[in-house]
């Protein structure tokens, strides 16, 4: 089994519930932050459904400028839940296309022209591309809360779904 199968198979069940969780998006409340220096629930929602297919972009090349970037609001759950279907088959396609030695090798990330940091590619893929989605996922689950959504089982039960039982 080459390294980049045991992150597919993550990205596709972590998808799951990342779908789950998106799909509980209020479409009422896109606008609404928990605090003025927050994300809107529609760009928080909106990151991480284009966050994978940005990453596997970026981890794709030896290096990686990082842009200025300002986060969009989306205009409906539907842009959210689209946005992430392609993004999340964008980013397992490029994936796929790499090999043991590409994954394994080193990757850097630039801004200004100068270098930021350069870890093994698989670093990025697992702290950024995978990890980052999880965190923001979970700040997700606290917005949905603050606004009495029922909040989706995520890696267990939550006080409004239990799997288990």
Not at 35 to 44: E, I, V
Not at 117 to 132: D, W
């Amino acid at each position: 089994m080459a390294i980049v199968d045991s992150i597919l198979m993550e990205m596709d069940q972590e998808a799951k519930t990342t779908q789950r969780v998106l799909e509980r998006v209020p479409e009422n409340k896109l606008a609404w932050k928990p605090h003025a220096k927050s994300y809107s629930l529609g760009q928080l929602a909106l990151h991480i459904a284009q966050g994978q297919g940005l990453l596997a972009d970026a981890v794709s090349k030896d290096s990686f400028e990082i842009p200025n970037f300002a986060q969009q609001e989306p205009k409906s759950r539907k842009e959210i839940l689209d946005t992430f279907a392609q993004s999340t088959a964008h980013a397992k396609e490029t994936l796929a296309k790499l090999d043991d030695s590409k994954i394994m090798g080193m990757w850097s990330a630039t801004a200004g022209g100068k270098t930021i940091f350069t870890s093994p590619r698989i670093g990025f893929i697992r702290a950024i591309l995978l990890n980052h989605i999880y965190h923001h996922r979970g700040q997700l689950s606290v917005y949905l809360r603050l606004l009495d959504v029922a909040v989706p089982s995520i890696y267990g039960p939550s006080a409004d779904e239990n799997p288990f039982m």
